[in-house]
């Protein structure tokens, strides 16, 4: 596959991941009694009823190999099980575009998840871009949600759950290592939602089924989750998955840094956050570092 097109889609993924951010603030605002676990399975839920069936039409569901199906398990059980709890958790405490910039801290790790678990090689470049994409979201952090940058929202709680995602990213991404050469990114999207599915509607319906009947079951409340459903947990992952596949997971997870910059973008044009000066500033930073990150190796010859 071309770098072009592969370069394309993770920044597909980068957009769709940053407005991901915005949509599940807005459930929460649009609905007072919905709960993570809620979004969480509702979400999970549809993105398996529309792509399982879609694919096994068109016979594209390939099926798990024999000793496979525990890495799958767990993979699932990582993301999207543990890390939705933990992202949701904490954007339900911060706002959106807060929430993307700690998620943007993945690739500064996993480099070092990938070298203690493979021995794979650091590139003095690579690790040069990462440092830089932080000193841009650090600029956009310190800053401020105002324009006189008086309002760090910056709540503990909310952090330690955005942290915890951040960890089990990193675990999840070496675990995807081991499915992505053996099946197809549809495939293993495919089986991440329907074994997170499962995984959520007991907890779900244990913890937090009396709030389903106070829920508004409005046409904007459907559409909402199907776009979570089936753009930021299919699709998304879908488009990560090949580049993890394509120029390996640090490189691929480096376009996370990006997805801070969209959600920024979605939240001032529906009115949730204002535009301030550190912002546009830290995201050419960042976009710098992403750039940077990139660039080939030299050749021998």
């Known amino acids: 596959m071309k770098k072009t097109l592969v370069y394309t889609l993770l920044a597909l993924a980068a957009i769709i991941w940053g407005v991901s951010f915005i949509i599940t603030k807005q459930l929460f605002v649009t609905q007072p009694h919905i709960t993570v676990l809620i979004i969480l399975t509702f979400r999970l839920f549809l993105a398996s009823v529309i792509t399982i069936p879609a694919l096994l039409l068109m016979r594209k569901l390939e099926p798990i190999q ?43 790790f996993v ?38 940058g008086s309002n760090l929202d910056a709540n503990p709680l909310g952090l330690a759950w955005l942290a915890g995602a951040v960890f089990i990213a990193v675990i999840f991404t070496i675990l995807l290592v081991k499915l992505v050469g053996r099946y197809k990114p549809f495939t293993i999207t495919a089986y991440q ?3 997170g599915c499962l995984y959520f509607i007991p907890i779900m319906l244990l913890i937090d089924g009396s709030h389903l009947p106070q829920l508004s079951y409005t046409p904007q409340f459907f559409l909402l989750l199907l776009v979570l459903g089936v753009f930021c947990s299919t699709l998304a992952y879908v488009f990560y998955n090949i580049g993890v596949a394509q120029l390996g997971a640090t490189a691929a997870c480096i376009f996370t840094n990006v997805i801070p ?41």
């Not at 890390?83 to 911060?94: K, N, P, R």
């Not at 301030?276 to 190796?297: D, E, H, N, R, Y």
Request: hydrophobic share 55%; glycine share 8%; proline share 6%.
């Open 66 to 108: 024999r000793g496979d199906l525990k890495w799958f398990l767990l993979l699932a059980f990582c993301e999207p099980f543990i890390y939705s709890i933990c992202e949701t958790s904490g954007v339900q405490l911060v706002s959106g575009s807060m929430a993307s910039i700690v998620v943007a801290t993945i690739p500064l």
């Open 111 to 148: 480099p070092f998840g990938m070298a203690a678990a493979y021995r794979e090689k650091i590139r003095p470049i690579t690790l040069a871009g990462i440092l830089l994409s932080l000193v841009g979201l650090s600029v956009m952090l310190l800053f401020g949600a105002n324009p006189d």
């Open 193 to 195: 939602n329907l074994f």
């Open 261 to 301: 910059g969209f959600s920024l973008i979605a939240a001032i044009l529906i009115g949730q956050e204002q535009l301030t000066w550190s912002k546009p500033i830290g995201m050419v930073i960042v976009v710098a570092g992403v750039v940077l990150a990139q660039i080939p190796p030299r050749s021998k010859k």
